[in-house]
């Protein structure tokens, strides 16, 4: 077996396969405050409740975009596992072309996705991933990632609206029945999550017709199942992509 951990700037996610098969799925808050001790306890208790043991772990890939939580987790994987972790990085062998011009400061993240993308929906294809930010990668046919988009996730987006306003309360992020809102809380969420959906609609629009083909429209992380049913265009959800990459790259590159 292999763990695989994701770790965003908001949660970790973690899953467990056996080959080809994903176990399990499971989060935990990112945490740079968190000493290796911690996290052992909290990776440990996770596993048992699952009903995988430590000892069964043959390997571990990371990817993160929070270097401060790399150290303490990687210690605490090589206390219960006694193995080192393998962590996606610049040197990592992932069959996929970087046309970028700082490509080493490409997040592991955005790279791993591509990977899962590559393998399980070819491309052309725009990897929509939403997590703290909402990210846009472009591949190609050749797998090479062109490029892509940031903005603000709908969280943050969130975040700014309640802290910024007097008046403006926090709300649940689910999909509106309606465009057209209702109440303050419904024309809320209407403007975070059918806002979101048109500004995917458009962008991936203008990512095509500047790539000059169509492209299958894969999303994963967060908020993005219920955003996405919100968009005209049709997209693929696949909650684990970036899992799917970790175990990918692992194959790809363990001795």
Known sequence: MILVLDIGNTNITLGV???TKL???SRMATDRMRMEDQYAIELKEILDIHGVSFRQIEGTAISSVVPSVNLYLKRAIRRLTGTEPFCVGPETKTDIFI?????????????????????????????LDMGTATTFVVLDE??????????PG???????????????????????????????????????INGTACMIDGMC?????????KCRIVATGGLSKEVIQQCERDIVYCDTLLLEGLRILYEKNKP
């Open 17 to 19: 396969y056996e080959g």
């Open 154 to 192: 709908v969280g943050i987006s969130l975040d700014a609206l309640t802290n910024r306003t007097a008046q403006l309360p926090s709300v649940s992020l689910e999909a509106p029945k309606h465009f057209i809102g209702g109440s303050t809380a419904e024309c809320m969420r209407s403007g975070l």
């Open 205 to 213: 629009a203008h990512m095509e017709k500047e790539l000059g083909k």
């Open 142 to 151: 050749n797998r090479r990632m062109l490029g892509g988009a940031i903005a």
């Open 99 to 127: 046309d970028l011009n700082n490509s080493e400061a490409v997040g592991a993240d955005l790279i791993v996705g591509c990977v899962a993308a590559a393998e399980l929906f070819q491309g052309p294809c725009i990897i």
């Open 23 to 25: 176990l399990f799925v």
